[in-house]
């Protein structure tokens, strides 16, 4: 089993920005495959917003690109997402999934609220 401490979120005026962090919270034994970030806006389903792979390479969704940024730190446990000009419908619960060990594992979530 694989714990996620998720951190960062808050509220934000649109145009602000927040940094998100998801670290894996104990010691692994093996390379992380993939990180990412989905949200959920209140009353609709979860939706992808971005991951990256162990090679590097990150994929963003259409509603997010140009303005949100994933990487992952060198310690290569825990991953970040910068989100900048900020827009309202951005309000979600931000959970971050991993893919370790041919298992997948998802954070707790942490709201991030834009007002406008």
């Known amino acids: 089993q694989v714990q996620l401490i998720e951190s960062g979120g808050g509220s934000v005026q649109a145009g602000g920005s927040l940094n998100l962090s998801c670290e894996v919270a104990e010691r692994i034994f093996h390379p992380i495959s993939r990180m990412g970030w989905y949200r959920q806006p209140p009353g609709k389903e979860r939706e992808f917003s971005a991951n990256?792979?162990?090679?590097?390479?990150?994929n963003d969704a259409a509603s997010v690109k140009g303005r949100f940024t994933i990487s992952v730190l060198i310690n290569k446990r825990t991953t970040t997402l910068q989100m900048n000009s900020q827009k309202p419908a951005a309000t979600a619960v931000y959970s971050c999934?991993?893919?370790?060990?041919?298992?997948?594992?998802w954070g707790q979530g942490t709201q991030v609220t834009v007002s406008s």
């Open positions: 990256i792979i162990s090679a590097g390479s990150t």
């Open positions: 999934p991993v893919l370790y060990d041919g298992h997948s594992y």
